[in-house]
Nanobody
Framework: QAQLVESGGGLVQPGGSLRLSCAASGSTRGLWKWSWYRQGPENQREMVASIATGSGGRTDYADSAKGRFTISEDSAKNTVYLQMGSLKPEDTAVYYC?????????WGQGTQVTVSS
């Protein structure tokens, strides 16, 4: 079993930036795909960005995140980051980290991001 802990959320003004972190512990050796999802108060959980560490670091982004968000990973620290810029009020949501090995899917507890003036 792997455990995921997100951090870095908070209140930011429109146009600002935040960096979210997702640290994994426990059985992390087989984790090969990491994703960030978000869920607003009236929305379904949606994928924001993903990275496949075994495929040369292939990344994918939701259209809403392209050009503003960057996902990256530090394998030595078993940590994945989501650098968010040019934040908008509609980015307000709880952001969740997801990690997968070949058999299991793990979720973190989420971190709140609020974009407001």
């Amino acid at each position: 079993q792997a455990q995921l802990v997100e951090s870095g959320g908070g209140l930011v003004q429109p146009g600002g930036s935040l960096r979210l972190s997702c640290a994994a512990s426990g059985s992390t050796r087989g984790l090969w795909k990491w994703s960030w999802y978000r869920q607003g108060p009236e929305n379904q959980r949606e994928m924001v960005a993903s990275i496949a560490t075994g495929s040369g670091g292939r990344t994918d982004y939701a259209d809403s995140a392209k050009g503003r968000f960057t996902i990256s990973e530090d394998s030595a620290k078993n940590t994945v980051y989501l650098q968010m810029g040019s934040l908008k009020p509609e980015d307000t949501a709880v952001y969740y980290c997801k990690a997968q090995d070949w058999l299991n899917t793990y979720w973190g507890q989420g971190t709140q991001v609020t974009v407001s003036s």
